[in-house]
Every structure is written in C-alpha cells, then in structure tokens.
C-alpha cells in the first residue's frame, strides 16, 4: 500500500508485516482527513493497529545516553508499565525500589539503614541510591535507561545530575488519585514488607511532600510527560507508547511491526 499527498513536510514509514507499507503523505493533507494520526513523526493510518518497534536502536540514537525517569505516586502502575516499555522498545528498567530492596536483602553495610528507611516510608541517602543505580547502569551494557521511582526528593535530583551529569530526556508523571492507588497496594499481593497500611499511609505524605515538588520543577523545565495512569493498563500503555516514539524520533525512517508478531 502507497499513500502520496503533497512533498510539504515528508515523512516516510515501513511497516514490518507480511508486506512493506511505505507511507509518502504531507502531514497536514493526511492528519486534516481524520483518519490519518501524526506518529513517530509520522503518518500513519489511524485505523491500522497499533504498531510496535522492534528495538530500541530502531527509535533511539545509540550513540548517547537516553534517560526517562519514571515517577507518579506509589502504586500507580510505574513498575507495571516499564515492564511493557522494555518489552517493546529494548530499555534497561531501573527500579530504585528494588534496587534498595536487592541490598537490603543482600545483607550488605547498608541494608539496616535502607530496612529502617523503607519500613517509614523515608528516602534513603542519595550516595547508596546513586551507587546502585551507577553500577547497574555500567552492568547493563546498555545506553538507553528507564529509572522508575527516582529522583524521589531534591537531594536526589541534584545528586544524580551532579555525580552522574546526566539529564533526563523526559520525565514521565504518573497521575492518578490516591484512593486508586491505595486500592492497588492493598491488592498488589507481592509480599512486600512496606505495602501494609501504616507504611502506604507514610509513603503516601513522602511522596507529597518530597517528590510533588520535583515533578513541578521537571514541569518549569518542559520536561514533564504526563499521563493519566487511573485508566486500565493497556490504555495506559498505548498512551505512553506514542508519547515514547513521537518525543524520540522525528521524520525519519522507522521499521516497525505489527503488535500481533511480536509474540512470534
Ligand atoms: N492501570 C492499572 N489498573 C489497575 N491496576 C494496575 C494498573 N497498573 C498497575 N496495576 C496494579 O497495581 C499494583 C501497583 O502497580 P505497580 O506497577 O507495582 O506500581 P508502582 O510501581 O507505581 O508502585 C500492581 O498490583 C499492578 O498489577
Ligand atoms: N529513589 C528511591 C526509591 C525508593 N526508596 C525506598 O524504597 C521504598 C519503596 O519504593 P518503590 O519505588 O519500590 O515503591 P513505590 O513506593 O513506588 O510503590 C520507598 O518507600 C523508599 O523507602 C528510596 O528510598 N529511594
């Protein structure tokens, strides 16, 4: 299939299925018709199914460090959603939670303080936080990272951008109500020693308190993607999914396929 529409503003897209679509259409004849959608800097065809990329690479430049941080209140589905971004798009996923959890469990120097800090809801010191985070960065072999649940409180922030010199390319904000997301901590039935209601109840004031603010200060910079995480999962998916391609990647060639053979 072959849609033309005037060279203004060209944009060029292969879809990976049984057979190549190339799409050659100017934005503004397409998207004005209604059926067509701007997509990864693309048009696409709005009633197509969703597409997914195959790699990372295929969207995002491998030759610098792409950082997404991951905040939004506990519980509101930042774990869940970085598992499906890292099967679509080849990510590293760093959860800070269970990085602290790993070294607590590990019984190193450090795992009482990140044991007592946990079981308040508190945030613990930076200097352990970025340690973890630093080395499995390196381990990782990868240069494109999604830090979930990080930078919690000021300290954090300034820590992460002074040691690491790293700035994030986006920040995606979770929103969603705290009665949702207290019903889904009590039904997440992971075992966790924190998701008991005393400790959700402090995390919750942390969260407020502490890292409210960092998500405005992400906002003044531009940097803040929000969205609406009270919907079902794949809803929410399929939002950040075309927030991811269209931030990342702009009127250039992408080789994508289709959602039903990635499973092959
Ligand atoms: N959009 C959603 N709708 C309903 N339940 C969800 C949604 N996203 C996640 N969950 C469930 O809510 C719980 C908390 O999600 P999780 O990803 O662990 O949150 P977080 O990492 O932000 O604390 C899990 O049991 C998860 O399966
Ligand atoms: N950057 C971070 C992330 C988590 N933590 C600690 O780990 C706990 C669990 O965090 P988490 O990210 O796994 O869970 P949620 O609170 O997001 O559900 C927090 O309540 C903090 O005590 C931290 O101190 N610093």
Same mark, same amino acid.
């Not at 039935?189 to 998701?195: A, L, S, T, V």
């Not at 969205?227 to 919907?231: F, G, L, N, S």
């Given at each position: 299939m072959e849609v033309k529409g005037s060279h203004e503003d060209k944009s060029v897209v292969s879809f990976h299925s049984k057979d190549f679509i190339n799409l050659q259409c100017s934005r503004r004849d397409l998207t004005a018709a209604g059926r067509y959608q701007y997509f990864m800097g693309t048009i696409i065809d709005a009633a197509e199914p969703l597409v997914m990329v195959k790699d990372a690479n295929e969207i995002f430049s491998d030759n610098k460090i792409t950082c997404i941080f991951v905040l939004g209140g506990?519980?509101?589905g930042k774990g869940t959603q970085c598992e499906k971004i890292v099967e679509h798009f080849g990510f590293t996923h760093l959860s800070t939670g269970d990085l602290l959890k790993a070294e607590m469990e590990s019984n190193s120097e450090n795992g009482t303080t990140i044991r007592n800090m946990r079981k308040e809801g508190k945030i613990v010191p930076s200097e352990v936080t970025i340690k973890l985070l630093q080395r499995a960065m390196q381990e990782s072999g990868n240069n494109k990272f999604l830090i979930d649940g990080f930078p919690r409180n000021e300290e954090n922030r300034a820590a992460f951008e002074n040691i690491m010199n790293i700035q994030p390319d986006f920040v995606f904000f979770f929103k969603c109500s705290e009665e949702e997301r207290k019903r889904r901590i009590l039904n997440r039935?992971?075992? =966790?020693? @924190? @998701?008991n209601i005393d400790t959700i109840l402090k995390r919750f004031k942390v969260y407020e308190e502490s890292t409210l603010p960092i998500i405005e200060y992400y906002r003044s910079k531009g940097k803040i993607c929000e969205? @609406?995480?009270? =919907?079902p999962v794949e809803e929410v998916f399929e939002v950040i999914y075309r927030q991811l391609v269209e931030r990342m990647r702009e009127g250039t060639d992408v080789e994508v396929c289709r959602k039903e053979e990635k499973a092959v």
């Open positions: 506990p519980g509101s039935n992971q075992g =966790r020693d @924190d @998701d969205i @609406d995480a009270e =919907r």
